[in-house]
């Protein structure tokens, strides 16, 4: 099993609709998890940590699953700026260094 | 404040060639990684620098590969005899101390080995 795996993509939805993006992590004793946003030809950025059973910020939802070892990021009422690639984060065993999926890309159509 | 800053943005070189690249991390962060990220992919850890030691340099695909940061500030990425493969963007970040997980990402170095 890769340390982090995520839904292959692309997801192609039209404004106000709802998505979700999935994302498996290997590494049973992981505490912290993070959704990071790449736009095309930029650096990544946060976008949300998830510490516990999950969160919340305006539109974004990040829930954790710890038994099934699964993170979901949700997207309610999607506008074209939230057109990006998602990346599942998780720091490795160390806690040197942060090891990102493949990401999900979307694309938000009007 | 001045974000994470790397130089150059784009660099093109010819198989076998030294190349080295620049990161400037956040005034007052002691902690810099290098990240690789090609295209289709998620970024790959290369090295962690706590202050001016290599705390981590697990990441580094072989000793083509080497990183310094010498005054704990300003990190050199260096990339001896370059091939193909090694066509990438190379990422940088930093993190305040303490707080190892909150990494700010510079804009990247696109190399392209041709």
């Known amino acids: 099993r890769k340390e982090v795996e995520q839904d292959p993509g692309p997801f192609n939805v039209p404004e106000g609709a709802t998505v979700a993006f999935n994302c498996t992590y290997s590494?049973?004793?992981?505490?912290?998890f993070f959704w990071y946003r790449q736009d095309c030809r930029k650096e990544p950025k946060l976008l949300m940590s998830?510490?516990?059973s999950g969160n919340e910020d305006g539109r974004f939802t990040a829930q954790l699953n710890r038994a099934s070892q699964y993170i979901s990021l949700l997207i309610r009422d999607s506008k074209l700026s939230d057109s990006a690639t998602y990346l599942c984060v998780v720091p490795n065993q160390a806690g040197t260094a942060l090891i990102f999926g493949k990401g999900t890309t979307l694309s938000v159509s009007s | 404040g001045a974000g994470v800053s790397q130089t150059p943005s784009n660099k093109v070189t010819e198989k076998g060639k030294y190349v080295e690249l620049r990161c400037d991390p956040i005034s007052g962060h002691t902690a810099l990684y290098w990240y690789r990220q090609s295209l289709g992919q998620g970024p790959e850890f290369l090295i962690y620098f706590q202050g001016t030691g290599a705390a981590d340099d697990s990441g580094l695909p072989n000793d083509r590969f080497f990183a310094v940061r010498p005054e704990g500030s300003v990190s050199t990425l260096k990339i001896q005899r370059t091939e193909r493969g090694d066509s990438a963007v190379y990422l940088c970040?930093?993190?305040?101390?303490?707080?190892?997980?909150?990494?700010?990402f510079g804009p990247g170095t696109r190399l392209t080995v041709l």
């Open positions: 998830v510490y516990s």
């Open positions: 590494n049973s004793a992981s505490q912290s």
């Open positions: 970040a930093s993190s305040p101390s303490g707080r190892r997980n909150t990494q700010y």
